[in-house]
């Protein structure tokens, strides 16, 4: 009879001969390590867009038509925001395009839109007539933000309700943002 503690060596060697067995797991390059170009991190949204651009949706935070109509501008409702990235504060100007349209002015009559610039009144734009209208006014630099978005509020103070489904409009967007 063997004794128990000269069975340990030939044990131990038959569990090593046992595990050499197993195929080793594949291995894989790591992945090619790529580095931003210099200069500052892309921003989600600049300083302007237009309704008819890829990215207006990134634009808009709440109030606009989900879609361009024509390609080139949306309607807006009660109170139309868009954010912007701005990369400096030094003599921006805030430039809007928009219209008032003849079917809706036939019930609202003259509109007055107000322009705010994160939550202050930058100034307003009287619509007299329908048609076609562009606001811009300098803005001060103490209310912009480049470390964070620049929020622009719009109100006409009057809208044009449908009397089909309800939907209130107040005024067409084909352009917003900040120029220097």
Not at 86 to 115: M, N, Y
Request: net charge positive; glycine share 6%.
């Amino acid at each position: 009879m063997v004794a128990p503690k000269a069975l340990y060596p030939l044990g131990l060697a038959l569990m090593l001969l046992c595990s050499c067995g197993a195929p080793a797991p594949e291995s894989y390059a790591p992945p090619l390590q790529r580095r931003l170009p210099p200069g500052p991190e892309p921003r989600p949204v600049g300083a302007v867009v237009s309704m008819s651009d890829q990215d207006a949706d990134a634009h808009i935070l709440r109030d606009v038509s989900p879609a361009a109509e024509g390609s080139a501008w949306r309607w807006t409702f009660q109170r139309p925001e868009l954010r912007f990235w701005l990369e400096s504060k030094a003599r921006q100007k805030l430039v809007v395009h928009f219209a008032i349209a003849a079917d809706t002015f036939k019930v609202t009559g003259p509109v007055t839109v107000s322009f705010l610039v994160n939550g202050r009144l930058l100034g307003k734009q009287a619509c007299p007539s329908p048609g076609d209208y562009h606001f811009e006014k300098a803005t001060p630099a103490e209310w912009l933000r480049t470390d964070d978005f620049t929020v622009v509020a719009a109100e006409a103070d009057k809208l044009w309700t449908s009397p089909v489904d309800g939907a209130r409009l107040g005024f067409i967007l084909s352009r917003m943002g900040f120029v220097r």
